[in-house]
């Protein structure tokens, strides 16, 4: 594998399931980053991790809970989502130390039910 | 708060024709990046440019740091040009990460 994963691709949730989302980056990036982008929209940032601390929390609703074990693998855990979350969820890593420049993974577009 | 507009918002061109996409930035930036989002939404990095130009094929970037702009120049488009463009900044008092995207630019390109 190769830059920055993410699976699942696709994922249909109902509303009072648990899923959880995950990213692997291969670049030996020391940050993680998760964005959310509505239809027709920009997208906008939820959770940095930098060294695996977690250094902004963009206002994001605790339903979305964020967990970056090491700083290769970051995951967002989902639970009692409502549908106007369904969006598609993308990861991004940089080198800090390094101009900072961003690369993002495949995506996972949810649905929920 | 931090404004990156993108102008225009939409934009048809014939196969073979030249364009001009615009970014504008509120505040210093120490990174800026243009993406192209394709139709399954991988974004795919364009140009890591705070400042300067860069050249990378038919595609070229210019950043003017101190007047808060970047242009994208597509020259030659053809179909795979498709898609959103987008511009993100990190402002300059920031850690670093924080990028903030602007609207977009939906290019469409005609055979």
């Known amino acids: 594998e190769t830059g920055v994963t993410q699976t699942p691709r696709h994922l249909v949730m109902g509303m009072t399931n648990k899923k959880s989302l995950k990213c692997e980056q291969h670049l030996g990036h020391n940050a993680m980053y998760w964005y959310k982008q509505s239809a027709k929209k920009p997208l906008e940032l939820m959770f940095v991790y930098n060294f695996k601390e977690q250094t902004e929390n963009n206002s994001v609703p605790s339903r979305f809970s964020p967990e970056c074990p090491n700083s290769s693998h970051l995951f967002l855990h989902l639970h009692t989502l409502q549908p106007e979350d369904s969006a598609l969820y993308l990861c991004?890593?940089?080198?800090?130390?390094?101009?900072?420049?961003?690369?993002f993974g495949p995506g996972t577009r949810l649905t929920v039910t | 708060g931090i404004q990156v507009e993108q102008s225009p918002p939409d934009l048809i061109l014939q196969e073979g024709a030249n364009s001009t996409l615009r970014c504008n930035f509120s505040d210093s930036v120490n990174n800026l990046q243009w993406f192209h989002q394709n139709p399954w939404g991988q974004l795919i990095n364009l140009f890591y440019?705070?400042?300067g130009t860069k050249q990378n094929g038919r595609l070229s970037a210019t950043t003017v740091a101190t007047e808060r702009y970047s242009l994208l120049y597509i020259s030659s488009s053809q179909t795979t040009d498709s898609g959103v463009y987008f511009c993100a900044v990190d402002m300059i008092y920031n850690q670093g990460g924080k990028l903030i995207f602007g609207q977009g630019t939906e290019l469409s390109v005609k055979p």
């Open positions: 440019i705070p400042s």
């Open positions: 991004a890593s940089s080198q800090l130390d390094s101009g900072y420049e961003q690369y």
